[in-house]
């Protein structure tokens, strides 16, 4: 499945709205919308539940070695993030797909445990056979480092891609000393309040929750959008200009990081009794020194 039939069938944003009538010729009110939906402000979504605020503390590329230990320890699962560089309307940063899961994940962290390794790079264009031994390699290394359970997350919603990081898994989990799977970022939270695009509404409400300062909502303009992720727009879903909010994306944030911290627990328990827990003696350069 590529991305345009994901969209196809991923339910009611599969098709691009037009701007409203009423706001067509009103884009200094239209602006004024769309500085208040992007900066609420971190106090105000506060109030609500979870910031965009990324804690580092979870961040496997911040931590010292203790605080790594620590958290294995605790909780022994890694997250990591995955999407390419990828064209996301004129309003959005390129590596939207990676920067929207790598954030989920940070607020799994936070809440359920577990660490998040930096986000990768690469799309299902990429060949497998050359590829898929590298991620192999990877999720490896993270079990060699005592993790018992390994979760890829992608944000670029493609079976491909899905499919190349469990495929990578294979092998790493054969011996039922750890678990994995690759998952979309609402592969277990999809519905009414949590979904997907491609640039449109979930998409940019995720950016503006997460990264305001990257979302420029007027490159799009005025007028009607090019429907269907055609050009010269490439917007997947409903027009963010409408539908978009920082709010909208925090929830969405919020379903998808309790859904993921859910299952990685699930997926722990789900090991044998004596492989629940960090498996090496410790972060210390006589029992490990890098990923």
Do not use: C
């Amino acid at each position: 499945m590529n991305r345009r039939e994901f969209l196809r069938n991923a339910g009611p944003f599969a098709g691009v709205g037009f701007i409203a009538p009423s706001l067509m010729n009103n884009s200094d009110a239209r602006a004024a919308s769309w500085v208040e939906r992007i900066d609420a402000g971190p106090s105000a979504l506060k109030k609500q539940g979870i910031t965009g605020e990324l804690s580092r503390s979870v961040q496997m590329q911040f931590m010292r070695p203790g605080q790594l230990e620590a958290a294995a320890r605790k909780f022994p699962v890694v997250y990591v993030p995955f999407g390419p560089i990828e064209w996301h309307g004129r309003h959005l940063p390129l590596g939207t797909d990676a920067l929207k899961a790598h954030g989920i994940l940070v607020k799994t962290a936070e809440k359920f445990g577990g660490v998040v390794y930096p986000s990768v790079y690469f799309h299902e264009g990429f060949d497998r056979k050359t590829f898929v031994p590298v991620l192999t390699q990877l999720f490896k290394r993270l079990k060699r480092s005592g993790f018992r359970v390994i979760i890829g997350v992608s944000g670029h919603n493609v079976q491909g891609q899905i499919d190349m990081i469990n495929q990578a898994l294979k092998p790493v989990v054969a011996d039922g000393t750890v678990a994995g799977v690759g998952l979309w970022e609402i592969s277990l939270s999809k519905g009414p309040e949590s979904g997907t695009d491609h640039a449109a509404k979930w998409e940019t409400s995720d950016m503006m929750f997460f990264h305001p300062d990257r979302v420029d909502m007027s490159k799009l303009g005025t007028g009607p959008l090019a429907p269907r992720m055609k050009p010269p727009d490439g917007i997947g879903g409903l027009d963010p200009r409408v539908h978009a909010s920082a709010e909208a994306g925090r929830r969405n944030v919020e379903l998808a990081a309790e859904a993921i911290g859910a299952k990685a627990g699930e997926l722990l328990e789900s090991l044998p009794k004596d492989q629940r827990s960090f498996s090496l003696p410790g972060i210390s350069p006589e029992h490990w020194w890098m990923i």
